[in-house]
Nanobody, 119 residues
């Protein structure tokens, strides 16, 4: 069973930085795609950034140039460095671990961490 745990959320002023971390248990971490999603009340969860097992990254247009996703396979962790934060970045951020078994995709989610950007 895979467990995913986020940490690092909080309150930050506009323009400031914040870093989120995600720790995932279970074997095979290096083969998983890791992603960060966010959700605000009344809206669907949206992809913020993802990183494949090979290190290829993908970002939402709204965060390109401001956010950086990374992973450490030795520690089974993924991180999201967020810079130049805007009030519209306020959301609950979720870490996602995606395993592919032949033709089956299995998603594991953390419990979420609140990020609030406000002065």
């Amino acid at each position: 069973q895979v467990q995913v745990v986020e940490s690092g959320g909080g309150l930050v002023q506009p323009g400031g930085p914040l870093s989120l971390s995600c720790a995932a248990s279970g074997s095979g971490f290096s083969a998983w795609t890791m992603g960060w999603y966010r959700q605000v009340p009344g809206k669907s969860r949206e992809l913020v950034a993802a990183i494949t097992s090979g290190g290829t990254t993908n970002y939402a247009d709204s965060v390109k140039g401001r956010f950086t996703i990374s992973r450490d396979n030795a520690k089974n962790t993924a991180s999201l460095q967020m810079n130049s934060l805007k009030p519209e970045d306020t959301a609950v951020y979720y870490c996602n671990a995606r395993k592919v078994l032949l033709t089956t995709i299995i998603n594991y989610w953390g419990q979420g961490t609140q990020v609030t950007v406000s002065s």
